[in-house]
């Protein structure tokens, strides 16, 4: 499976009317807590992957806790890439299974997420701790012959939306926040 997915700096206030004058429908919100970690056997940064455990709390809902791994991106134009997620029954043993096979916590990322659907895509209002406000639009496809369509589709949804697509981040937000840490901002 891939995850085609475009993110931008946006006015999430304004990014809300919008998603209300188009008639999305809204999926609930949402508080996450990602932990990423790094391998004792290579260089998440270098090879552009990422390992974490994310901790969702729904509204009105238990906890939810997965593990994730994101592979490199596999284009230049948007952030796809490979994904393997599975849902895990309890957070610390996971986190202990990981530190016994020697991976380190590497940053915890907070954010307050807002989903919403529209023509097929999720459209995902973030607020990241210490980085700032963003939109993703997303969608998942089985095949790389699916992809550019996804992408293009993503495009449009952002464009709707009163976003540009030129303003798209590839950075994670994992990445951003190292970003700001390392600049004191």
């Known amino acids: 499976m891939y995850e085609v997915e475009v993110k ?13 004058a188009l008639e999305a429908t809204p999926r609930g919100a949402v508080v996450q807590v990602d932990t990423y970690y790094d391998a004792p056997h290579r260089e998440f940064a270098e090879t552009d992957e990422a ?24 284009d230049d134009e948007s952030k796809t890439r490979e994904e393997a997620e599975t849902s895990v029954a309890d957070r610390e043993t996971m986190d202990a299974i990981l530190a016994n096979l020697g991976f380190e916590p590497a940053a915890t990322v ?29 969608t998942d496809v089985d095949g790389e012959a699916e992809l550019e369509a996804a992408r ?17 981040l590839r950075t994670s937000y994992l990445g951003l926040l190292l970003e700001s840490e390392a600049t004191g901002s």
């Open 8 to 20: 931008v700096p946006a006015d999430l206030e304004a990014v809300r009317d919008r998603l209300e």
């Open 51 to 74: 390992l974490r455990i994310r901790s969702e709390r729904p509204e009105d809902a238990p906890d939810e806790t997965r593990v994730t791994y994101k592979g490199p991106l596999v």
């Open 110 to 138: 907070r954010k307050d997420r807002e989903r919403f659907t529209l023509e097929g895509y999720t459209v995902t209002l973030d607020s990241v701790d210490d980085v700032g406000e963003y939109v993703e639009v997303e």
């Open 152 to 168: 293009e589709g993503a495009y449009d949804v952002l464009e709707r939306l009163g976003l540009d697509p030129d303003d798209q």
